[in-house]
């Protein structure tokens, strides 16, 4: 492309930015906001310790934790999402909203820990019990 194809482009191409508070179109594969479903959290804290970018705070507590996410923090880079392995994490595909306050979009949940599941036992195989053959001669 000469040098005059490309100014003749950016003078009559048209806008390449969005005013506020327009919000510009993502890919399908967008990384957004972190939602979380507290019903599917086991409290296992993988989350905390992949966020690099100190976004997520767990605190254990005696019966119960505390999950808190702040978007101001967070990176989009996913890694978090992608170490859940109870699936309690996603990532929205638009762009975040606009924030004016520094913790704005901060949410925090006190979840109560789920009772441990125990293994169910499995029932014993029957027993087979040799069949008892009569002796000769013997008393029955
Ligand atoms: S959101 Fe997922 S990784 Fe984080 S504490 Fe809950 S279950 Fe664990
Ligand atoms: S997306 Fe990345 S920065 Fe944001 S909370 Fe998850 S791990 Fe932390």
Same mark, same amino acid.
């Given at each position: 492309?000469? +040098? ?17 508070? @327009? ?5 399908? #594969? ?15 804290? +993988? ?8 976004? +997520? ?29 109870? #699936? @309690? ?8 909203? %606009?924030?004016?306050? %520094? ?18 036992? @499995?029932? @014993? ?16």
């Amino acid at each position: 492309m000469n +040098i005059l194809t490309m100014m003749w482009k950016n003078l009559w191409g048209g806008s390449r930015t969005t005013l506020f508070p @327009a919000r510009p179109k993502v890919s399908e #594969h967008y990384r957004g906001l972190v939602r979380f479903d507290p019903a599917l959290c086991s409290g296992c804290a +993988i989350c905390k310790m992949r966020c690099t970018a100190r976004a +997520i705070e767990f605190k254990g507590g005696k019966g119960e934790f505390t999950w808190s996410y702040d978007p101001g923090q967070c990176t989009f880079c996913g890694r978090c999402v992608e170490g859940c392995k109870e #699936h @309690a994490l996603s990532q929205d595909s638009e762009c975040p909203p %606009i924030y004016l306050t %520094i913790g704005e979009l901060k949410k925090s949940y006190t979840l109560k820990r789920k009772p441990p599941v125990k293994p169910a036992v @499995a029932a @014993a195989p029957p027993v087979a019990v040799p069949a008892v053959e009569p002796v000769p001669g013997g008393t029955q």
